[in-house]
Structures are given as C-alpha cells and as structure tokens.
C-alpha cells in the first residue's frame, strides 16, 4: 500500500493525469507532454509574473491606511521580487530552444512554486481583509478573485499546479469571508466555491483535452520520423538531431561525433533469400545496433542498407571509434532467418565536429568519403575521415565529369588480346578492353574509371558504346573470329541491356554467336538472383557467355550447374604458378577435366611462357590468352595477326 501511495502521489505532483484516471503512458511520452505543459507554462509566465507584481503594488496601496500598512509592504515587496525572480527566469527559459523531454523533477520545482506563490497571496485574505476598509476589502476580493482565474489560466494543461496555486487563495478566502458572519459575506463565499469549481472544471478538461492532442501529435511525428520497418529514427529525425547538436556545438562547444554505417553483401540476402528475409535481416541488425549505443541516442536507418549514429557530448575520438567497434562486432555472429544461417559484415566512416566541419553539408559529405575508404578497404574496416580524402573526393568528382563527356571527346578507344586454340594453332577471337586517353592525365586503367562509371550509372552508357564498338569492328573480320566484351554487374540491371545488343548486332550485321559476354564470379555473388533469366536469354539470342577469373569467387560449381555458361576462363593467378606450385597445377588440372565433363569451353589466362603453353597443352586445355600469344592491340593490327602463321603466333 505504502509503494503504492508513493507511486501514486510521484505521478501526481509530475503532472500527469494518469493520476487523475487518464490512460497512463510510458515515460517517454509523458516527458514529452510535460515539455509540452512546461513550454505554455513559460509563454505565460512574464505576463502572469508582471500581473502579480502590479497586483501587489495595487494591495499596497490600497491597505496604505490600513492598521497593517507595514506587513502589507513587507508582503508587496517579497511578492514583487518573487514575480521578478520567477519573470526573469521564465523569459531567459524561453530563449533556450524548446526541449523534447522534461523529467519529473522539472515538475515537482514548477508546481512548488505555484505552491509558494498561491501560498503567498492565500495569506492577503486572511491577514488583511479585517483590518481594511470597506474599499481595502473590495480591492482585496477583486484580487483574489483575478488571482484564482489567472492561476486557473496559466495552468490550464496542468491541475496539479493549478490546484497547489489557487488552493491557498481559495481556502483563504472562503475562511475570510465565512469567519465574518455577515449573510452577504457568506453569499460571496459560495460564490466563490462556485467560482472555484467552474475553474478547476474547466482546467481538467482544458488539460485532458491538450493531452490527447499532443499525444496524437506526438504519434504522428513519430511516424513521420520513424523508419515503420526497424523502428529505429528515419533520416528526418536523424537530420534533426545532427542539427541540434550542431546547434548545442555553436553555443557551448559541445563536440560530437557522426558515424555512417553501409551493410555488406544486403543485395545478396535480398536476391538469395527473398525481400521479406532481406527485412527480417535488417530488423535484426537495427536490434544489434541499439544495443550497442548509449542510452541517449539512438541509431537511425537513413537508407535501404544505411545507418547512422550523433554521438553527443564526445569527449575523445576514442569513445566514437569504441562505439564502431562495437558494431563491427556486432555482426561476428551469424543472423538466423527462416532457420538458415546469414553472416553479415559492416563498414563504417566518422566524422568529428568541429575538426571536420561544422555544417550539416559538411559532415555528411566527409563521413560518405570517410564510408567510402573504409568499404574499399575490405568488410569490417572503420575509417575517420582525412584531409587527403576530400582532395581524394574532389579528384574522383572531377574525374567523373570528365568521363561523361569523354564518349562525345572521343577519348575512348578499345584494343583486343587474341584467344589461341591450342590444337589447331590459330587465333580463334579477341577480348575487347576499354582504354580512356585522357587529355591531360594521360592513358587512365579501367581500374580507376570502371568503378566510378558503375557508382555514377554511367557504366550503361559506356557499356553501349563497347557493344556497338565492338560489334562495328567484329564485322570486318572473318566469320570464324568471336569477340568477347566484359559486363558489369551493373549492367544487369538495365532492362534494355538485350535490346541494345540486339540492335548492335543487326547494326552490324554480324551473327549474335560470335559476340560473347564475360561475367565474373563477383558478380553472380552480388546479383545471382536477377543473372539467370538474363544469361538465359543472351543463349536464346545465340551470344556466348563466358564465366571470367573463375576460382576466385565463391560457390564456382554451383553456378557451372545452374547457369548457362559456354566457356570458362582460369584466372592468370593459377596459371602464374602452375608450374612451381603443385596446388596450383591440381587445380588447373581440375577445372580442365570439370568443363571437359560439363562440355564446356576452357580459356587459360595470363600465359606468359613457352613452358606454361606446353603444359597447357598437354593438360587439354581448349585456349590459351596472354602476353605470349599477344598484347592488347589496335583493330589496326589485327589483321597482321590474323594472316599470321601459328608459328609466328607461338612467337609473339
């Protein structure tokens, strides 16, 4: 009983109208409404505080002949400064940005000054009111009588304090007028009793119904700032609480942190296991993150696979890399969806405020570059943000503003390495490889300009100009030579990709059998869900598809047996080594006689040597690619080669 009576009473004196038989509500929520409650309460308090101050100097003077003249001074002035106090306080409150959550504590000083304040002028009635003449006691009703409505007025959304003020001046004033026995008096008290229960009538509902539209409010905020899948804040709230701190940086100094957090391999869930698994995963994952973060912030989901954190209140850029590193390992163990096992991996950027900006704009362009080294760096790195990565940005911008325009420049050309067939000694088709003559910088690899060309989408773009490139050359060579152009895993998912190598195709009149398209492993990884249907088609169409740099990705005989492959290339890194290391030479071997069984073409890369060509030779293999049998080189030159005799290719 006695833990009830407290808990009952702690909710009281909060303000909360639970106590009063409202639906009760988490105290989250009910820190929210009392700065709700609190914020009117302060836009009224510098009237209400001047009105008392004026009320008071009105008493003094009205009781100035009065037998009590001095108390009544003595109280003017206490209640004058009290007003002052209060009023000063409450205009200096309502230049601080308006809080999101008030404790209780807050609560309890507010309806204790109401109380002191009621208190104060629940006393007028009593000490004053006999000693006055008949115009003293007039001015001394009027003024209890505003006191109780203003009170009731600035305490509208809260009973409890509009109870603790007018309390006191309505007791007082009853007592007062009853105590003196005249029947007009004691009119006056039950009018004043009457009075008083019309004004706390009014307050509770006043307050119930302000309470059930901030409640409404705040649920409609919180949608609008809550990610409906991980219930974790969306970027609307994430942006906010960026611009607070920053705010609280400007007039304090308080520094803080931003993390950027990207999910590794989220497209392969969602392509593998299905969309819905694809949620359930990031669920978990937000679940993991929470936990991880102090109590008073809160990770938010800003994109599809990406999450960010404000780190507030930042004492070194220790306690930021911490919380990183929490979250790495947050992902060491397994996710289990649908009873299957999903390992998952996360990179993650950080800023500090102010050392890498002080501006919204600012820190989220850093941290994005600071998220961007650590995913090139491999899964599991974090990265703060450098000096040297924004010129890093900057180049990479430039550079891309350089590739759009380099198709209209003509600055890209393509050259071809030839395929040798090792058993009848002729050169059987050529590789395309996109080259960019810079301007300025000079020959740049596809290394550098591939990847900004997929970031950028302008990878669709390029990828056309190969194929009709391609195409337009093929045309001019003898029917028996194929050519093979490299994709990207981007490429697939532009839903014209057949059309444009249909009608590259009939552009240049060349059979589709002789156009042949390289994937890799990578990206079957990432997108293995859309490739089938795709490959499946360019087979209909009668192009060739070509599995490149196989063995060093994962899952390889899976996709030999559910994928429509015509040939598969040997990454060059076996191939270097087959003739020192016996692991390598078993696999070489191996991945012969596996598409021998398959009845699937082999291409050796990267044959360098006479004796590695041998011993191509008498491992079966189909074709061989490299230095040896020759570079990268112009359409020009082909044809020199291809008139060749196979001793001077051999040579080459």
């Known amino acids: 009983m006695r833990n009830y009576l407290r808990s009952y009473f702690a909710t009281l004196f909060a303000g909360d109208l639970a106590a009063f038989g409202a639906p009760p509500t988490d105290e989250l929520l009910a820190g929210h409404i009392r700065a709700e409650q609190v914020s009117l309460v302060l836009g009224y308090s510098v009237g209400i505080m001047l009105a008392n101050a004026c009320n008071a100097m009105v008493l003094a003077v009205a009781l100035w002949q009065s037998p009590d003249w001095v108390f009544a001074l003595i109280w003017a002035a206490a209640v004058i400064s009290a007003a002052t106090f209060f009023g000063l306080q409450a205009r200096a409150a309502r230049r601080i940005a308006k809080p999101q959550f008030v404790s209780r504590q807050t609560m309890y000083r507010l309806v204790r000054n109401a109380l002191a304040l009621g208190a104060a002028w629940g006393i007028v009635p009593v000490a004053f009111f006999a000693n006055a003449s008949s115009g003293g006691q007039l001015v001394i009703t009027c003024l209890c009588a505003g006191m109780l409505a203003g009170g009731a007025f600035a305490f509208a959304t809260i009973p409890i304090a509009a109870i603790a003020f007018t309390a006191p001046i309505f007791i007082g004033t009853a007592i007062c007028l009853g105590r003196d026995g005249d029947f007009v008096y004691l009119l006056m008290a039950v009018l004043v009793v009457v009075y008083g229960a019309v004004l706390l009538r009014g307050v509770f509902v006043n307050s119930l119904e302000f309470r059930r539209r901030v409640i409404a409010q705040h649920e409609a905020e919180r949608t609008v700032r809550r990610d409906p899948l991980t219930h974790l804040p969306n970027r609307v709230a994430f942006n906010e609480t960026l611009e607070a701190a920053l705010t609280r940086l400007a007039r304090s100094g308080e520094e803080f942190a931003v993390l950027l957090l990207d999910l590794d391999r989220f497209k392969e869930v969602n392509d593998r296991f299905g969309h819905p698994s694809g949620d359930e995963f990031l669920v978990q994952v937000a679940a993991r993150l929470q936990r991880c973060t102090r109590a008073a912030e809160h990770v938010a989901r800003i994109g599809g696979d990406e999450f960010a954190l404000v780190m507030s209140n930042l004492a070194r850029p220790g306690d930021a890399l911490a919380t990183a590193e929490k979250f790495v390992a947050a992902f060491a163990d397994p996710f289990v969806i649908d009873g299957c096992e999903i390992a998952g991996t996360t990179c993650i950027g950080i800023v500090?405020?102010?050392?890498?900006?002080?501006?919204?704009?600012?820190?989220?362009?850093?941290?994005?570059?600071?998220?961007?080294r650590a995913k090139k760096s491999g899964p599991g790195t974090i990265c703060f943000f450098e000096a040297d990565d924004d010129k890093s940005a900057r180049d990479r911008r430039a550079l891309q503003q350089d590739l759009e325009r380099a198709i209209e420049a003509d600055e890209l050309f393509l050259v071809y390495q030839p395929f040798l067939d090792i058993r009848k000694g002729r050169i059987t088709g050529f590789e395309a490889l996109l080259r960019w003559q810079h301007p300025i910088r000079g020959l740049i690899p596809p290394s550098v300009?591939?990847?900004?060309?997929?970031?950028?989408?302008?990878?669709?773009?390029?990828?056309e100009w190969?194929?009709?490139?391609?195409?337009?050359?093929?045309?001019?060579?003898?029917?028996?030579?194929?050519?093979?152009?490299?994709?990207?895993?981007?490429?697939?998912?532009?839903?014209?990709i057949l059309q444009t190598i249909v009608q590259a195709l009939a552009d240049a009149n060349v059979s589709p059998h002789r156009l042949e398209i390289e994937i890799t492993e990578s990206m079957l990884i990432s997108k293995y869900g859309s490739a089938p249907s795709i490959l499946n088609a360019l087979l209909d169409l009668g192009v060739t598809v070509a599995l490149d740099d196989f063995g060093t990705g994962f899952s390889s005989l899976t996709y030999l047996r559910k994928l429509p492959f015509s040939r598969i290339k040997i990454d060059q890194s076996f191939i270097r080594d087959m003739l020192t290391q016996p692991d390598c030479a078993a696999i070489v071997k191996s991945v012969i006689a596996l598409a021998q069984d398959l009845q699937i073409g082999v291409?050796?890369?990267?044959?360098?040597?006479?004796?590695?060509l041998d011993y191509l030779r008498q491992t079966s293999c189909d074709e061989v690619q490299g230095y040896l049998i020759g570079r990268p080189m112009s359409a020009r030159e082909i044809s020199g080669l291809l008139d060749a005799r196979p001793q001077s290719v051999h040579a080459a």
């Open 352 to 372: 500090l405020a102010p050392r890498d900006g002080t501006t919204s704009h600012d820190l989220l362009k850093h941290v994005d570059i600071a998220l961007y």
């Open 449 to 463: 300009f591939i990847p900004i060309a997929e970031e950028t989408g302008l990878i669709h773009q390029l990828g």
């Open 466 to 496: 190969v194929i009709r490139r391609a195409c337009a050359t093929l045309s001019r060579w003898p029917d028996q030579i194929r050519i093979a152009v490299n994709f990207s895993a981007v490429q697939f998912h532009n839903v014209s």
């Open 603 to 612: 291409v050796a890369e990267g044959v360098e040597t006479a004796d590695q």
